[in-house]
């Protein structure tokens, strides 16, 4: 089953803190992603871009624009629980 994400809030150098509907809170550093993706670039180079992140209609997905996504089962597993 596809987590689902319930609330998504950024932190501090490019933390996301993500709560998902089965009540698990992970922490998501996004600067890895950034290190090893080159479309991720943007959030750092983009002024404010960030803190713009989106979820999408399904609850499955975040975003910051049409090339920058991240898949609710990626950001559970691979972050830390909170």
Request: charged content about 25%; some cysteine.
């Amino acid at each position: 089953m596809i987590p689902r994400i319930k609330h998504i809030e950024t932190l501090p150098n490019l933390m996301l803190r993500v709560e998902f509907d089965d009540g698990r809170i992970v922490l998501y550093d996004v600067s890895e992603d950034v290190r090893d993706i080159p479309a991720f670039a943007p959030l750092v180079h983009i002024t404010g871009l960030f803190p713009q992140v989106q979820l999408d209609q399904s609850r499955t997905c975040v975003f910051w624009n049409s090339e920058i996504d991240l898949p609710s089962d990626a950001i559970y597993e691979h972050g830390k629980q909170a």
